[in-house]
Antibody, heavy 119, light 107 residues
Framework: QVQLVQSGAEVRKPGASVKVSCKAS????????MHWVRQAPGQGLEWMGW????????NSAQRFQGRVTMTGDTSISTVFMELSRLTSADTAVYYC????????????WGPGTLVTVSS | DIQMTQSPSTLSASVGDRVTITCRAS??????LAWYQQKPGRAPKLLIY???TLESGVPSRFSGSGSGTEFTLTISSLQPDDFATYYC?????????FGPGTKVDIK
């Protein structure tokens, strides 16, 4: 069965970076795209971007460009999302979610990784 | 950017009720809309894509309709497992914005 397992909760200080991992199983990671979506506490969902683990191609929402780096390591079926220059507004649960292509929808989601930014 | 709105923001209903949630896009997105269900502390779950196509394994009491700028999600007979927050997402153009959500709670 398809599973996405994400890394554990992180706490960072403002200005720091965080790297979240998402390990895929139950399917071939190079056959699908991976999208990233975040959700601030008590708030709605915000689409961040996607990566194609096969080609390394990627795209992100303009508001994250220059701050987000998405990478993949197909040898371990894992994708990564790194967000830099963190502020308190980046405190959120970060989800990876599998997509058929560069456009949604996304059919399988990871459980989420809570990133807390606090001084 | 395409902005998404949903109404109502909260909906109180009883088991067995027919429930309808509306999602509107700020410009036409054709049929490129998805619906997700999210329960507290859980990841969202895909219910419907391309406005009206039911995701595999999703109960048939869920249905979607609409095109252009106005869409609806209908639950024909609300079940206890359906109390959750529902989000629409436009899948037409970057960035793929979500609606603000509709919380369905127990009346």
């Amino acid at each position: 069965q398809v599973q996405l397992v994400q890394s554990g909760a992180e706490v960072r200080k403002p200005g720091a970076s965080v790297k979240v991992s998402c390990k895929a199983s139950g399917y071939t990671v190079t056959d699908y795209y991976m999208h990233w979506v975040r959700q601030a506490p008590g708030q709605g969902l915000e689409w961040m971007g996607w990566i194609n683990p096969n080609s390394g191609g990627k795209n992100s929402a303009q508001r994250f460009q220059g701050r987000v780096t998405m990478t993949g390591d197909t040898s371990i079926s894992t994708v990564f999302m790194e967000l830099s220059r963190l502020t308190s507004a980046d405190t959120a649960v970060y989800y990876c979610a599998r997509g058929n292509g560069s456009y949604p929808p996304t059919d399988y989601w990871g459980p989420g990784t809570l990133v807390t930014v606090s001084s | 950017d395409i902005q998404m709105t949903q109404s109502p923001s909260t909906l109180s209903a009883s088991v067995g009720d027919r429930v309808t949630i509306t999602c509107r896009a700020s410009q036409s997105i054709g049929s490129w809309l998805a619906w997700y269900q999210q329960k507290p502390g859980r990841a969202p779950k895909l219910l419907i894509y391309k406005a009206s196509t039911l995701e595999s394994g999703v109960p048939s009491r869920f249905s979607g309709s609409g095109s252009g700028t106005e869409f609806t999600l209908t639950i024909s007979s609300l079940q206890p497992d359906d109390f959750a927050t529902y989000y629409c997402q436009q899948c037409n153009s970057y960035p793929f914005n979500f609606g603000p959500g509709t919380k369905v709670d127990i009346k």
